[in-house]
């Protein structure tokens, strides 16, 4: 039977009420295996994660190479207390602030209306849930087990879906050609040096003296280093050190995150991190020890399937339905690895609730975000056509072609 509009909802409800968070989701995913039982798919979970991938052969494939879709829902959420007052709300100290409820829902309906009509569709196509979206490495443990082969062959195509409480007009999806959203880098920095008396600070070799600085120093040689129409930012989020104000400690020690467009500047804003560590430690006579994480590359779509998934978009809900949007977002996403590998999209559907303004409702990852699950029934429909429409394409041959 296929997921209703209203089965959506529920299911989404049932997600937000128990979220889990990072790479471990055992009753997450034991609820999606269920809700995606008696389709006739090819079902598979993950070794190093509690990952869902599921394969759905189409019926009307003319021989030949079989084409194959790939579309994507994360399953995490965040160690977030929910704050919305929502008669569903999350009560176990992690909450769905991210709407990764939302995508499970969206990608479940979907695969039910799919496989409703899986002889029409001309090809394969591959649901992926995900855990560990949230800085867990997730995308990559599931690259490396192999999901892109999972229907046999490589994926011609692959498409990820986010919703968002704020920014974005209600049910309106955002797409735009090239990067989407920045790459991820965090680091953390420790000082080491010498303790003592507040009173003589020159018998020590002060980390907290030098911890200071580096905040400053960096976004000074950011200035210095990038041009000013080059969008790179950095930001220092934690700073820790001592126990006593009195007291010099022996280390100190800071953590930040930054982010860029681009691999390349990407890589320059890691190298000038550790530079500048090692710059002031070397001005004030201590260490420094610099550890950076490539949490996600630049999440780019490829310029052909973005103008696929907009067309995909306008077709349902016409112009008014969709943003073309002028700027890539600064938040990340690690479905950049997968299209670091395969040709795709990614896109964005405003969930903000109406009445609310988006430009100032609660963002993602707030312990207030609420996201309106009506739009569930627009991700549902967007999904569906987007896979009937690219595996027609595929097997044609020509850019756009729909049935749906």
Not at 196 to 222: C, E, K, M, W, Y
Not at 356 to 383: K, L, Q, T, W
């Amino acid at each position: 039977m296929t997921v209703s509009f209203a089965d959506a909802i529920l299911l989404r409800r049932e997600l937000h009420r128990n979220p889990e968070v990072g790479l471990d989701l055992p009753w997450t995913q034991a609820r999606i295996l269920r809700a995606l039982d008696g389709l006739g798919l090819e079902v598979s979970t993950g070794t190093a994660t509690t990952s869902v991938t599921a394969v759905l052969r189409g019926g009307a494939v003319s021989g030949g190479p079989r084409p194959v879709v790939l579309i994507r829902s994360d399953m995490d959420a965040l160690p977030v207390t929910e704050s919305t007052g929502l008669a569903y709300a999350s009560g176990n100290g992690a909450m769905h602030a991210c709407g990764h409820d939302l995508h499970m829902a969206i990608l479940v309906g979907a695969a039910h209306r799919l496989a409703a009509r899986r002889d029409e569709l001309t090809g394969d196509v591959v649901f992926v849930f995900q855990p560990g979206e949230e800085n867990w490495g997730g995308a990559l443990a599931m690259l490396a087990e192999g999901v892109l082969d999972a229907a046999g062959r490589p994926v011609d195509a692959a498409l990820g879906l986010h919703v968002f409480s704020y920014d974005l007009p209600h049910g309106v999806f955002g797409m735009r050609r090239g990067p989407m959203m920045s790459g991820s880098n965090t680091f953390t920095v420790s000082f080491a040096g010498s303790g003592g008396h507040g009173s003589a600070p020159q018998t020590a070799r002060d980390p907290i003296v030098a911890a200071a600085n580096f905040v400053s120093a960096l976004q000074t040689a950011i200035t210095r280093t990038f041009g000013m129409l080059t969008p790179v930012v950095a930001t220092v989020g934690q700073i820790s050190g001592g126990h006593s104000g009195n007291v010099i400690p022996d280390t100190a020690q800071l953590s930040g995150t930054a982010r860029a467009f681009t691999a390349a500047d990407s890589a320059r804003l890691r190298a000038l991190v550790t530079r500048v560590a090692d710059g002031v430690a070397a001005t004030h006579g201590v260490e420094a020890e610099t550890e950076l994480i490539e949490v996600a590359i630049p999440t780019v779509s490829t310029e052909a399937e973005a103008d696929f998934a907009i067309a995909a978009a306008r077709r349902l809900y016409g112009d008014s339905g969709v943003e073309v949007m002028e700027h890539p977002c600064t938040a990340s996403e690690d479905f950049s690895w997968f299209l670091d590998r395969v040709p795709g999209a990614f896109v964005l559907l405003g969930a903000c609730p109406p009445g609310r303004d988006p430009a100032s409702a609660p963002s993602n990852h707030s312990p207030f975000a609420v996201f309106d699950d009506a739009v569930i029934e627009r991700g549902i429909r967007f999904e569906t056509e987007w896979a009937i429409a690219r595996l027609d394409a595929l097997a044609t041959g020509s850019p756009v072609a729909s049935r749906a």
